[in-house]
């Protein structure tokens, strides 16, 4: 994804110390990582990015072409949870899109390929609203059924 957050994830992978490997760790993240975070992860050896929600817009599980280096030293991938929890950080990416520009890509993608998920986003308060977390758990909750 184009956002400054996602550029921080990758970028904190790649500034990671390249004496060594790290394939006993474990990378969490609320959303599917994109192709920048997840490339990061093969190329630090990290041995497992484990998410919660699906990123149908910017997610790049599974549409990575792999390199022979990939291939011999592969990635485990873990996710989406099969609950709430799996789906509330993906909601909360709609809202943003919506609030923020709901005339963009994301917002058009979403419309066209999930409008029910557009529809239980736009359950939620916009992120200047007052909302909470527990408020936008049982929103999820609600979607998941
Ligand atoms: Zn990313």
């Given at each position: 994804m184009r956002t400054k957050w996602a550029a921080r994830g990758s970028r904190t992978l790649l500034a990671l110390?390249?004496?060594?490997?790290?394939?006993g760790w474990k990378l969490y993240s609320s959303l599917e990582p994109c192709h920048m975070c997840l490339a990061a992860a093969f190329q630090a050896r990290v041995g497992t990015a484990s998410f919660?929600?699906?990123?149908?817009?910017?997610g790049a599980v599974g549409k990575l072409v792999p390199s022979r280096d990939h291939v011999a030293r592969p990635l485990r991938v873990e996710g989406p949870l099969d609950c709430a929890a799996g789906l509330l950080p993906e909601l909360l990416l709609i809202r943003h899109f919506l609030w923020?520009?709901?005339?963009g890509d994301v917002v058009r993608f979403y419309r066209e390929e999930q409008p029910g998920l557009v529809a239980a986003a736009e359950e939620l308060p916009p992120?200047?609203?007052?909302?909470t977390l527990p408020g936008a758990y049982a929103t999820a909750a609600a979607a998941v059924r």
């Open positions: 110390p390249s004496e060594r490997t790290y394939e919660a929600s699906r990123n149908a817009y910017g923020r520009s709901p005339d992120p200047d609203g007052n909302g």
